[in-house]
């Protein structure tokens, strides 16, 4: 008698996840990047990939910081890697959780007068002298304190008690030839000078992926990539430097061949012809593949195209496979959905989205198959 299934048995769709190449892209970003300490950001789990796997293949290659956007993800991180690396949460203290820094030896991003207020008043009741980072908006408007807040902070006593590790600020449009780039680098640097009168050994912290690929002045000492890690082209317009990470291939469940022209799937949106042949698809929206991807999606069977045909359901999707042969085609072949001739960003086109959302949408119902980066 047959043993038990395995999960890649019971699965409907495989994702395939390249430590190795995971380590690799971060040696790549490091040796492009003037920064004393590139970093790793692993918020959302890793870009959808396991925030934890990923952070032990980094630490292994030495990487020494990582970067989260929540309390919790950095909680997980710190609790999978040990106490070594620095564990940076970008989102700040939520109020109340202060204590919960330092009991899992996490820095926190300060990004608003109120968290550097309770920071302080935290870590002076604590007796705590606690590193931090120090977000300003360079031109944003999303995080960080405004020019004027900083201001108001370096001229009375706002920072006093403080132990900056770092000022920090983001980029907005560090992919592109943007104006702005240049423009937020400025008003960082000034900032930059005024912060470090006050506190002479504070580092800066500046660039995300993209920003690795601009000139050194860009870089500062701590980068903090992240898309890029996880194989997204961080120059758009460029060939992409990094490798692919992950793969995704779906099962067919079912094949059939059209017996006279009709209509496929919900909403009846196309028509298959005479004798069409269709493979569906163990894959859905429901499994983070977006429903926009049903427009100009196609999966690949033994390199050979198969558009999608109608609309994503939430569990399947049907592909026109009338090109492949019928020895490709049989119940648990896998259709490629990323891979070898769709990227993620393949993907991210033909959904009308970017590859980050594509990645962080990764489902839970895949079977997860880690392939080790090498000792
Ligand atoms: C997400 C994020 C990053 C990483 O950006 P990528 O474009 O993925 O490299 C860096 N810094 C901040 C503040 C972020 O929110």
Known sequence: MAGPSSSQDRA???????LQALVENWRLLKSRCAARDTGAVIKADGYGIGAVQAAIALKAAGCATFYVAH????????????????VVVMHGPNRGTEADFAAHKLIPVLNTPQQIAGWR??????????????HVDTGMNRLGLTATEFADHMAGDGFYGLHPLALMSHLACSEMNHPLNENQRRRFADMLV???????????????????????????????????????????DKPNPMLPVVRLSAKIIQV?????????????????????????????????LPRSWGAGGRGFIDGIKA??????????????VSAVPDSS?????????????????????AAGTIGYEILTSLGGRYHRHYLPAKA
């Open 12 to 18: 409907g769709a495989i994702l395939s996840i390249d």
């Open 71 to 86: 309390l919790d993800e950095g909680i997980a991180v710190r609790a999978a890697i040990g106490p070594g690396p620095r």
């Open 121 to 134: 008043k935290y870590a002076e009741a604590a007796d705590l002298l606690s590193e931090s980072l120090v």
């Open 194 to 236: 005024m912060f470090r009168a006050k506190f002479p050994d504070a580092k800066a912290s500046f660039t995300n992926s993209s920003g690795i690929f601009l000139p050194p002045a860009y870089h500062y000492d701590f980068a903090r990539p992240g898309v890029a890690l996880y194989g997204v082209n961080p120059t758009p």
């Open 256 to 288: 059939r061949r059209v017996d006279q022209a009709s209509s496929v799937g919900y909403g009846a949106t196309v028509l298959a012809p005479d004798g069409a042949k269709l493979a569906t698809v163990s894959i859905g929206y429901a499994d983070g």
């Open 307 to 320: 558009p999608v045909m109608g609309r994503v359901s939430m569990d399947l999707v049907i592909f026109d």
């Open 329 to 349: 085609l049989f119940p648990g072949a896998l259709m490629e959905i990323i891979g070898t001739h769709t990227t993620v960003d393949d993907a991210a086109t």
